[in-house]
T-cell receptor, first 116, second 110 residues
Framework: DSGVTQTPKHLITATGQRVTLRCSPR?????VYWYQQSLDQGLQFLIQ???????AKGNILERFSAQQFPDLHSELNLSSLELGDSALYFC???????????????FGDGTRLSIL | TQLLEQSPQFLSIQEGENLTVYCNSS?????LQWYRQEPGEGPVLLVT?????EVKKLKRLTFQFGDARKDSSLHITAAQPGDTGLYLC??????????FGKGTRLSVIA
């Protein structure tokens, strides 16, 4: 158990819809990272928040947005969903703001999003 | 864009065999990490290597970071069915986001 909790575990919805994925980081971790994993693209970094502020941005689409709340949990909002958005979405957390070797990321078990 | 190429993409072996998987890039990295991911779960960190030429051992797993810090290998001795999973390498330089390879999917048959 990594200590990172993601809900829901599975989500099935239709094209054009909007969904919210939730992540609670490990106790004491201030950074939250969101990743998308698909078979053809592998694990892609989307965005990082540190203590409520956006810290780094990766290949995140404009239709996607995220935020980190004062209690440090984070939500990833996906809107105008397309078939290609079907993937596993992972959240990870770490202690500090930087991605360094002595501050490893701990991953949740992901949310499997299926767009019909 | 920093890319990590992992090979082979798929590997199916018999229990007891040895194997090596590779992670290569044209970029120099500050550190490189290996993860194992099992179905329905998130990646779990196995090891981090930082120094060029560094070798780390974790039971039957041996990890090596290339001298130039551009590549790494993972060697498993006497593979067991419990080693089955997706092996991912990930690396970063400076404060850039972690970049992941697409992984090697290992199947160890009893």
């Amino acid at each position: 158990d990594s200590g990172v909790t993601q809900t829901p575990k599975h989500l099935i919805t239709a094209t054009g819809q909007r969904v919210t994925l939730r992540c609670s980081p490990r106790s004491g971790d201030l950074s939250v990272y969101w990743y998308q994993q698909s078979l053809d693209q592998g694990l892609q970094f989307l965005i990082q928040y540190y203590n409520g502020e956006e810290r780094a941005k990766g290949n995140i689409l404009e239709r996607f947005s995220a935020q980190q709340f004062p209690d440090l949990h984070s939500e990833l909002n996906l809107s105008s969903l397309e078939l290609g958005d079907s993937a596993l979405y992972f959240c990870a957390s770490s202690v500090g703001p930087y991605q360094t070797s002595n501050q490893p990321q701990h991953f949740g078990d992901g949310t499997r999003l299926s767009i019909l | 864009t920093q890319l990590l190429e992992q090979s082979p993409q798929f590997l199916s072996i018999q229990e007891g065999e040895n194997l090596t998987v590779y992670c290569n890039s044209s970029s120099v990295f500050s550190s490189l990490q290996w993860y194992r991911q099992e179905p329905g779960e998130g990646p779990v960190l196995l090891v981090t290597v930082v120094t060029g030429g560094e070798v780390k051992k974790l039971k039957r797993l041996t990890f090596q970071f290339g001298d130039a810090r551009k590549d790494s290998s993972l060697h498993i001795t006497a593979a067991q069915p419990g080693d089955t999973g997706l092996y991912l390498c990930a690396a970063h330089s400076g404060n850039t986001p972690l970049v992941f390879g697409k992984g090697t999917r290992l199947s160890v048959i009893a």
